[in-house]
């Protein structure tokens, strides 16, 4: 199979198959005119390596648990590394349910504002009061709007000046 036809079916860009081939994830044979042929199973093997890219694994341990990955055998360095790995993801996946929960919470707030979730509603933020009108015995009132004050022309408004 072509590096085109690998890439497509993979659904990954023909320059990450030359970086999995630079890295020693992934091996092609050349033609005659020097292009690569891929086994059909390049293409599984590709969308593995992309699933342990995605959790984070860097390319040089992608590269030590591939054997291990692909034959189920392998020594008990690389079984106590693929361990720490899965204990790594399931940690992250830990911390990532917790934000995902927390921002669940935070759209639920901002798409149901209530008193009890949020404090803008409970009271207002400033009071022209601040306790002054209790402090000197008074009740207070609210202030009542009066009419609305004349717009004031300004001398000279609206005009150009150098």
Known sequence: MRIGEV???????????????????LTSERTGGGQ??????????????????????????????MPCIETGQGSPEAFALMAAERERITALMTDLTAARDALDRMIDIANHPTPEHCP??????WSPYDGAAEAAGVDPQPVEAGPR??????????????
């Not at 659904?11 to 030359?18: C, M, N, P, Q």
């Not at 803008?120 to 933020?125: G, Y």
């Open 120 to 125: 803008a509603l409970r009271e207002p933020a």
């Open 149 to 162: 004050a004349p717009e004031l022309a300004l001398a000279g408004a609206g005009r150009r000046t150098r």
């Open 7 to 25: 890439a497509s079916r993979a659904g990954v860009s023909t320059r990450a198959l030359r970086y999995y081939e630079e890295q020693g994830l």
């Open 36 to 65: 690569r042929v891929y086994p059909d199973s390049a293409v599984e093997r590709v969308r593995l390596i992309q699933q342990l890219f995605a959790a984070g694994l860097p390319s040089r341990t992608v590269l030590r648990l």
